[in-house]
């Protein structure tokens, strides 16, 4: 089956530590995405890429990193540089190339920094 | 810039009631539209999407939205609520202004609710 997994479901860190979240999908979509939600926030981007070894920087970038080596990985960085690492991360990622402009989830990470 | 409002965090029906999702949107060209659903710790799943083709559109679980340019507008409605439909909801808009893959932008999520 297509789709785009997560990994960890539940990840715990100590404050101080960076921590990479994973995300791997099997749809030959170009473009991929990362996401935070906070309850009543909604989403909000982090990172997206459209392309392997390019990305770009969403609306909360500061404290995170990606890197794009694969077109089915994208993986997360949260630094110790990230001031509330504690939320709820989704991957998401999209195929343009049909006219196809929504969003394939992942069933997410839960990161709890203590 | 693109926005989303979604009025009311939370919504309570009663089983076998009318659904109404309320979604306004700003944007400076046509949008494309989005409704996800999200069950409890887990991902987003797609109900359904408009993309300049018909205004009413049909989802999956009996859910439909019609697209309204004159009240930007986007409502997500369901004729008879079920129990399973308790959910929290998020509409999102894209006007694809960077290219493409600039990401959806979220409205801040409606949380239904259904009372036996």
């Known amino acids: 089956d297509g789709g785009i997994t997560q990994s960890p479901k539940y990840l715990f860190r100590k404050e101080g530590q960076n921590v990479t979240l994973s995300c791997e999908q099997n749809?030959?979509?170009?473009?991929m995405y990362w996401y935070r939600q906070d309850p009543g926030q909604g989403l909000r981007l982090i990172y997206y890429?459209?392309?392997?070894?390019?990305?770009q920087k969403g609306d909360i970038a500061e404290g995170y990193s990606v890197s794009r080596e694969k077109k089915e990985s994208f993986p997360l960085t949260v630094t110790s540089a990230q001031k509330n690492p504690t939320a709820f991360y989704l991957c998401?990622?999209?195929?343009?190339?049909?006219?196809?402009?929504?969003?394939?989830f992942g069933p997410g990470t839960r990161l709890t920094v203590t | 810039a693109q926005s989303v409002t979604q009025l009311g965090s939370h919504v309570s029906v009663s089983e076998g009631a009318l659904v109404l999702l309320r979604c306004n949107y700003s944007?400076?060209?046509?949008?494309?539209l989005f409704w996800y659903v999200q069950y409890p710790n887990q991902g987003l799943q797609l109900l359904l999407k408009y993309t300049s083709a018909a205004t009413l559109v049909k989802g999956i679980n009996g859910f439909e939205a019609e697209f309204k340019k004159s009240e930007t507008s986007f409502h997500l409605t369901k004729p008879s609520a079920h129990m399973s439909d308790a959910a929290e909801y998020f509409c999102?808009?894209?006007?694809?202004?960077?290219?493409?893959?600039?990401?959806?932008?979220f409205g801040k999520g409606t949380h239904l609710i259904i009372q036996p």
């Open positions: 944007s400076s060209v046509p949008p494309y």
């Open positions: 890429s459209q392309i392997v070894n390019d990305f």
């Open positions: 998401a990622s999209s195929s343009h190339g049909t006219g196809n402009f929504e969003q394939y």
């Open positions: 749809l030959n979509h170009d473009a």
């Open positions: 999102a808009v894209s006007d694809f202004t960077g290219g493409g893959a600039d990401g959806l932008t």
